[in-house]
């Protein structure tokens, strides 16, 4: 639909957005999205008040970039059954269905970038040179491991078992590729003018293998 009719038809049912999302970015109604915010008191001691993040005790959600990746199924799984072995604890014992939505409304209402539209096709590249690349640029932020603020890294963990099972191969690629705004994670796309490093699809590809073969 083209973002102009997109808006105007969001306007008529009162949940208008500035993004095209995709089919399972949906965005919540007024309603959820004031409830969430309500609910969001309990998460801004890791995540911040506004979503911003705090080193070492959790991630930054208010990234629009990182929220045109992610789905809302992700969102909620991440809050139902947390991440073991980080400060992120399974929620679905103290929240309900209507609390969960209504988080995923108000945290989705950061995003003003249209969906990604994800590439799930079978992964490329080799484990071994996922290796290579993972220990000389990733490990600076995300550990040795993959555990990131338990191994004193400024980056979130992304080698847990938790994490890479909730997480698809085409989200992987894309926040890979393009980042996460206002975050120390920038884009790794080979295109990219502000790279940290330029990777081809298959180093990327490689770097996915290689935490996928060692998750723990």
């Not at 506004?50 to 629009?64: F, I, K, Q, T, W």
């Not at 929220?67 to 139902?80: H, P, Y």
């Not at 004193?152 to 994490?163: E, L, M, Q, V, Y």
């Amino acid at each position: 639909m083209p973002r102009l009719l997109f808006a105007l038809a969001g306007l008529m049912s009162a949940t208008a957005v500035a993004f095209e999302p995709r089919a399972d970015q949906s965005p919540g109604t007024p309603e959820q999205v004031s409830h969430g915010k309500e609910k969001f008191a309990t998460c801004a001691g890791c995540h911040g008040e506004a979503g911003e993040g705090r080193v070492g005790m959790g991630p930054r959600l208010n990234s629009s970039s990182y929220l045109a990746i992610v789905s809302n199924d992700f969102i909620s799984r991440t809050i139902r059954e947390g991440r073991p072995g980080t400060n992120m604890i399974s929620w679905a014992s103290m929240m309900n269905d209507e609390d969960i939505a209504g988080l995923v409304a108000y945290i989705r209402s950061w995003q003003a970038d249209d969906g990604v539209q994800l590439n799930d096709a079978p992964l490329t590249g080799t484990a071994d040179a996922g290796q290579k690349l993972y220990m000389s640029i990733c490990s600076r932020c995300h550990g040795r491991s993959g555990a990131g603020y338990s191994e004193a890294g400024s980056g979130t963990g992304i080698g847990r078992k938790a994490f890479l099972d909730q997480a698809s191969d085409g989200m992987l690629r894309a926040v890979i590729a393009k980042g996460k705004d206002n975050t120390a994670m920038r884009p790794f796309d080979e295109k990219s003018p502000v790279a940290v490093a330029n990777l081809s699809p298959d180093e990327i590809d490689s770097i996915i293998k290689y935490l996928r073969a060692n998750a723990w």
